[in-house]
Structure formats: C-alpha cells, structure tokens
C-alpha cells in the first residue's frame, strides 16, 4: 500500500499443524484490503511498477535484500495483483523444515507410507495448488532438500511420498532470501539448476540507508500503529530523535526500525519520544561519514565506543560508498569477499 492508504486490516490466518510439534507450513487467506506498502522512495516506487507487470504473469520470481527489508511484503503484493488473489497463499519457512520430513512436507505423503505416517496428508505444492507458493528462506534449505523441490518445481508435478499418482498442479511460485545464491552455487551449497528454475524474475529490495527518505514516513506509520495498540494520545518525535533516526544505518532494516518504535513507546513517560528512548546503538554514534562529502571520507566515533560498532559501521558505510559493491568494499577494507559475507551475517543475526 502506498502513502495515503489505510493499513491492512487483521488476516485471517488458518494453521496446518502435521503434530503438535511442528507448525512450518502458513495458510494465509489474502483479504479485501492491500498489504501495507509504504514509500515515497524513487527505487521502491520503480520495485512498485516492475511488481504490478509481473504479477498480471505467471513467471517464477526470487525476492532478494537484506533482513528485515519486507520480502514477505512484497510476495503478498505480488500474490495481490495477480489474478489468484482469491485463491490460497501458501507461505513456508524454508529453513524451518528438518531434513527427514522435507519430502513429506512439501510433496505429502500417503497413509502407511512411512513409520507415523498414519493419515493422508497435502504437502504444501499441492495445498497451493491454483494459488501461490512462497518458499521464505530458500537459501537456507539443505541441499537434500533442494533436490526434493527440483523436479515438482521444474515439472509442476510430483508424488506424494508412497504414492503411484501423479499430481498435476498450477500455482506461482515465489522464493525469498538474504543470501546471495550465486556465491552459495559457487560455494557448492545451492545446486546450479535449481538456482536458475528460480531466478527467472529478480526482485532485489534495497536495505532502509539507500532509502533514507521512507525513514521519517516510516516511523510516523509505526508510532501510530503503537499509540493505537497501547491506548495512547498521539505523541511526536524531538528534532534530535529525527535526526538520530534519518542519520542511523538501520542494519536490521524496516524490522528493526518497527521494533525501536514499539520500545519508545512502550517506555514514554511524556509527550514526545526522546534521544534517550532510543537504543545505545542509535544514540551513541552521533557522527557518521555524511553523502554530501563535508565530512571528507572520514569517521567520527564518541569516545568509549566498542571496536565491534566501529568495525560494523566502517562496513556498512564503505559499502554504502561503492553501492554495495561487495568485492569492492572487500577490496577497500582489505578483506577476502567471503569474510566480508561473514561479517555482514554476524552483523545481521
């Protein structure tokens, strides 16, 4: 949803549990109203437009970008615009599925096929079935796994596990992921051709410090939201507060963003949402390399910050000064790529 439009109201959300242990699979019903999309960004605005063409298709799409950018926000607007917007969702969490049920959970399994097996049951290509097919998380499915999905992806068709049926279905497919996949086929961890199958349609997200402008918009969206979830009269941010808030990286993206929201609010004692609300690591770094060159390419650190946020921040603005160019910033910063891969995973978690 776009600035101006009102939030999404409450999904109805059915859970199919196969034990009282396990709950992977999320059959979400995709309501009358719009998944909130808020931007006034120019490259979210252009992600926006190339969205709404490729929904009125049926082609395979892979979401890229960082944590807590709103990859699930975009598979459900995909799911929105396109003409099975009133059939099932389906949403899986990739990394969630243990290797042993991997098969069963996305393909089913008949009755007696296995040890426990002791009904029929759907697996999620075939709960999707004329709907959509969200695979969250793909980087993170072993390669067992992948070689479980490749042919139901690569032929829209399957068995279940102990079944002789050929099960036929449509759906679209969309896969998400923070993992940079082409390294991961490099790397021997993700198999080439099931990479290709689903990067047909790349949607790469960029992190909250290329958009610096949805900052602001962003915050006022999730501070009324709070004031509403906890009873409170409308309260506003300080000039400093603001200026703490545009001049953060946001390592942990819209997510982390939300979630700072919610803990001023939660904390406020006042009328306004002050420096000191904030988490230490937004309010302690006050100084950072600015994109108008004043400060002349370098960096300011209060004194008695740790050496972990001053290496954390030389990376994320190195890369923000080649365009996130990873192998180039590993070249400035005297890092082998990898370990530049490394660090931008710890910095996530």
């Not at 049951?121 to 980087?139: H, Q, R, S, V």
């Not at 915050?219 to 939201?225: G, H, M, R």
């Not at 406020?268 to 302690?284: F, R």
Request: include cysteine; charge should be positive.
């Amino acid at each position: 949803m776009l600035k101006g439009q009102s939030p999404i109201k409450k999904e109805k959300m059915n859970v199919y549990k196969k034990s009282d242990e396990l709950n992977l699979i999320r059959v979400k019903k995709i309501v009358e109203s719009k998944p909130v999309f808020i931007t006034k960004s120019p490259l979210m605005l252009n992600l926006y437009h190339k969205l709404q063409l490729i929904s009125k298709t049926k082609a395979t799409v892979l979401i890229t970008g960082e944590n807590g950018t709103g990859k699930e926000i975009f598979a459900k607007l995909l799911h929105y615009h396109g003409k099975k917007r009133n059939k099932p969702m389906i949403t899986v969490n990739c990394g969630a599925i243990p290797n042993e049920l991997v098969e069963s959970e996305l393909l089913g399994h008949e009755k007696g096929a296995f040890t426990g097996a002791t009904f029929q049951k759907m697996g999620c290509f075939e709960m999707a079935d004329n709907g959509t097919l969200f695979l969250d998380e793909i980087g993170e499915m072993s390669l067992n796994a992948q070689v479980k999905l490749l042919r139901a992806v690569e032929m829209g068709t399957f068995r279940r596990v102990g079944g002789k049926e050929e099960i036929h279905v449509d759906i679209s497919l969309i896969s998400a992921t923070n993992k940079i996949l082409s390294d991961q086929v490099k790397a021997g961890s993700f198999r080439e051709d099931l990479f290709y199958r689903l990067n047909v349609i790349e949607l790469y997200i960029p992190p909250l410090r290329h958009r610096k402008e949805d900052i602001l918009l962003l915050a006022e969206f999730y501070k009324n939201i709070f004031c509403k979830k906890y009873k409170l009269d409308d309260i506003e941010f300080t000039k400093d507060t603001i200026d703490l808030l545009i001049n953060y990286d946001w390592p942990g993206n819209v997510r982390e963003l939300k979630n700072t929201i919610e803990r001023c609010i939660v904390l406020i004692e006042g009328d306004s949402i002050t420096p000191d609300m904030l988490p230490v690591s937004i309010s302690k770094i006050k100084s950072k390399i600015h994109e108008n060159g004043d400060s002349n390419g370098y960096m300011h650190f209060p004194i008695g910050t740790s050496l972990d946020e001053i290496e954390e921040l030389a990376i994320r603005e190195t890369l923000l000064s080649v365009d996130n160019n990873k192998t180039e910033a590993a070249k400035l910063l005297g890092f082998a790529r990898k370990t530049l891969h490394n660090k931008l995973e710890k910095y996530d978690r």
